[in-house]
Every structure is written in C-alpha cells, then in structure tokens.
C-alpha cells in the first residue's frame, strides 16, 4: 500500500474542502491559495509567522495552518484574486527565507480562476510544490484552464524591446499567438494584414503613436469589429485613460505590472 498516495490523497480534499467553504463565506467567486514547503516549525514560529503575514495586509482574512505530513504551509485567501495572491506570495517567500524555514519551492492559485476547483486539481498543486527539481526556492504559478485551445491571436506593440521578447515568449508558452512590433506604424500593418483577437498598445510610440494607433483601427470598417485593443503603458495620467476609453479600448493596465495580471486579463477579454 502507498502510504504517501493516501496522505497526499487525504489533503487534497481537505484543501479542497477548506477553499470551498470559504468561497461563499467571502462572498466572491474566488479564493487565494499559497503553499510553501517548509522545515518543521513550533508552535511560537508558527505564531510569528502568522502575525508577520497578516502584517503584510491588515485588511485581509488570512487563514494558516502547517500540514506536517507533507511539510507544507498552507495560506487560504478568501476572496482574492490570482494577480494578489501571487503579489502576497513574494512577501511570504521574504518571511520564511529570513526565518530559515523555507526548503522548497512556493505555489500560488486562485480558484476557480486559475484552475477548475476539484480534488484533483488540488493534488495537483501539492505536487507542483512538492517537485523540488531545482535548486532556487522559485515561486510557481499554478494554472491549468487559462491555456486556449485554439490560439488566440495578439499583436502586441511597445519601443521596449526586451519587454516584447518577454512578453512574447511568456504569452506563447500559454498558447497565444503573438506578433510584436516596434511602432505604431509597424503595428498597423501587422494588424491589417492578418486582424488579430487582441491588440495590447503602449501609448508613447515613434512614427504613430498609441492614440493614432487606436484611432485608425476603430475607423476602419474592417478592423472595428474585429479586434479588442488593451493599452499597457507607463503613462498614467486620468484624462489619458479617459481618452483611451472614449477611443473604445477595452482595458488598461499601467506599468509596472503584474505578468501574472496580465494574463488574467487577456484571458477575460479573450474568453
């Protein structure tokens, strides 16, 4: 008999348990999860920890507990999204590498956003965090929906070329489609030569930039229809994303962001 099949087995439907109880009792439709695998703390470092975390944000209701079987801290965030949950894990990860209890790698989700809530997705996640394939004490993102089946397409346009190879790396590893381009103008024949699902803009452009860029598409007859636009900028100013909305974008993100936010949003606009 697999005796860590049955203790892995047993937790994954507490954790599932535990998440569905909270998602009606925070009264919205997701709940945050971290797991961090970790040493063997007592009950006072258990109690620092718990005071430090809540410190981080003292308007969230933060749940803990430590599964000793698998060596796991578990963090239940009722009501949170995947773009927060991810943002809390970073401090987490700070906490526990300074009080010497990290051993492995960190896990984030929000459920149902970034998975289908079920036992097997729980198990799932144990397993991610449990893998501890490499050295770095990394935090990992736990997705299993946000992939598309068909690919989506996205022209993607900012000056900022590292960020455009990221970007279009990070975005074709989720099954997206991505054409980046350099400027404006670049942009606007990329668009019209294949539409895409979704344009994502920077506003500062050389040779058009985000407005014009925006504008034409909107105009055209072909285009209007066709493609949703989303303005990723570091420009930040209330009557520019004014602007933006009246021009007909769909959403707006400033820099600095979130990746992980990102992809939360372009799989709204895109679902």
Do not use: W
Not at 3 to 18: F, G, K, P, V
Not at 23 to 49: F, R, T, V, W, Y
Not at 53 to 59: A, F, G, L, R, Y
Not at 241 to 258: E, N, Q, R, Y
């Amino acid at each position: 008999m697999n005796m860590s099949a049955i203790i892995h087995n047993d937790l994954s439907y507490h954790l599932y348990e535990q998440v569905t109880e909270q998602l009606p009792a925070s009264g919205q439709a997701k709940c945050g999860l971290i797991l961090a695998h970790i040493s063997n703390p007592g009950l006072i470092e258990m109690q620092d920890l718990e005071t430090r975390i809540s410190m981080e944000d003292t308007t969230l209701n933060i749940l803990m507990s430590y599964e000793p079987r698998e060596s796991l801290l578990v963090v239940v965030l009722p009501g949170q999204p995947l773009a927060h949950t991810h943002f809390l894990s970073l401090s987490i990860k700070d906490i526990l590498q300074q009080s010497g209890l990290l051993t492995g790698p960190i896990t984030a989700a929000s459920f149902p956003e970034s998975a289908v809530l079920n036992a097997p997705a729980m198990s799932e996640m144990i397993a991610m965090t449990n893998n501890q394939d490499t050295v770095d004490r990394e935090i990992r993102v736990f997705h299993r929906h946000i992939q598309v089946e068909t690919a989506s397409s996205i022209v993607m346009i900012d000056q900022n070329t590292d960020l455009l190879d990221f970007l279009s790396a990070r975005l074709s590893h989720r099954g997206y489609d991505v054409r980046p381009a350099q400027d404006g103008m670049e942009g606007l024949q990329l668009i019209n030569e294949t539409p895409p699902d979704l344009v994502i803009t920077e506003l500062n452009l050389p040779a058009l930039d985000g407005y014009q860029l925006i504008h034409r598409i909107r105009q055209s007859r072909t285009l209007k229809n066709q493609c949703k636009i989303m303005v990723l900028t570091d420009l930040g100013l209330e009557q520019e994303f004014s602007k933006c909305f009246d021009l007909g974008v769909s959403d707006i993100l400033t820099k600095p962001f979130s990746p992980i936010e990102l992809e939360a949003r372009i799989h709204r606009l895109l679902a």
